[in-house]
């Protein structure tokens, strides 16, 4: 594992919580020492040479740093390390069309290339994470095992009706997109989705809070409870989902959401499914607005925009920055 941030370090626990072993390794070497130190499972390495000498042939190195740059570094600098037969996973949010480009770059060189969009955030070393794996079918096999460990599980979800026989990859929580690019492809529509449904949780309850507006009829004013809006609504209603249970732990803790301003920021795969659908000819009227949103709340906040800041923060421990702007 390669990169030991809020997610890389988790699923290592992860991992060998499931019996694997890992060899790990960050651009801050504490944290590669510290984690051998703790897991008798992990093996520290001090540089990626270091890391690929570590690893047993065909060597499998996950990468989970930020995407663009680092990770086009990254492949960059393991493609002169390994060797044919191994297999580099990109469990990043790259742009599908660099997989693409990526895997037919290190297929050249006998590498395998695996990109693996990964749901999940910092709740999946106890949860599990959702895989969309775009692979070939035969290195998809392989890591399989991998895969299946990350992954929740049937656990306690209700089965869809309709399904019989035993599960399939996908209800254990993993599946097998497609060949290289079809991962993060899926997974950057995922994260499209995302935007969308958070923005409508966010729009919701800023009418909430507006509603006690002096601007109303004082017969239509109402000074609603926020806080326990998203709890009943988490029992029994057609809106329950998990993003709203992040929301209601938000406003459990703060209803007015104090901690932040209301500057949301985008990591990009709303951006590239909005281009998506641009190339599709595809319209995304809900999908794109709520992109723009973001756009408009590094100006002008309001509180959806603090209801956007918030779920981000708990599905994926993303911190809005320190000024606000």
């Known amino acids: 594992m390669i990169g030991l941030g809020r997610m890389g370090a988790n699923m290592v626990k992860r991992l060998t919580n499931g019996g694997h072993t890992c060899v790990v ?7 590669a020492k510290q984690m051998a130190a703790e897991n008798k499972a992990v093996t520290g390495a001090t540089d990626l040479p270091d890391l690929v000498q570590k690893l047993q042939k065909p060597r499998a190195l996950w990468i989970m740093v930020p995407s663009g740059d680092p990770t086009e570094k990254t492949v960059d600098t393991l493609a002169g390390l390994m060797e044919p037969g191994d297999i580099l996973i990109d469990g ?3 742009y599908y ?7 037919a770059k290190l297929k050249q060189k006998g590498i395998h290339y695996c990109d693996a969009g990964t749901s999940g955030g910092v709740w999946g070393v106890d949860r599990g994470y959702c895989l969309m794996v775009g692979a070939e079918p035969d290195i998809f096999d392989h890591l399989e095992p991998i895969f299946a460990t990350l992954a929740p599980g049937v656990g306690s979800i209700e089965r869809t009706r309709g399904r019989s026989g ?3 990859q996908a209800e254990k929580g993993y599946i097998h997109a497609g ?10 529509i995922h994260n499209g989705i995302e935007y969308g449904l958070m923005q409508a949780f966010a729009e919701g309850f800023d009418i909430f809070k507006n509603a006690c507006s002096k601007e109303l009829p004082p017969e239509h004013r109402y000074d609603l409870n926020v806080a326990e809006i998203s709890e009943v ?7 329950a989902s998990w993003l709203l249970d992040l929301l209601a732990i938000s406003l459990a803790e703060d209803p007015e959401l104090k901690e932040f301003t209301g500057f949301v920021q985008d990591s990009g795969e709303g951006r590239w499914t909005v281009l998506a659908a641009i190339e599709e000819a595809v319209p995304a009227d809900v999908l794109t607005s709520s992109l723009y949103t973001r756009f408009r709340s590094r100006k002008d906040h309001t509180f ?6 918030a779920m981000r923060k708990q599905f994926g421990g993303h911190m809005e920055r320190p000024s606000g702007g």
């Open 25 to 31: 390794y960050d651009l801050d070497p504490a944290r």
């Open 92 to 94: 990043g949010n790259s």
């Open 97 to 103: 069309k660099d997989d693409v480009r990526r895997a």
């Open 166 to 168: 035993d599960p399939t």
């Open 179 to 188: 060949p290289n690019g079809a991962g993060h492809f899926v997974k950057m």
């Open 233 to 239: 609504w988490r029992r029994g209603s057609v809106v």
């Open 304 to 309: 959806g925009d603090k209801v956007l800041s």
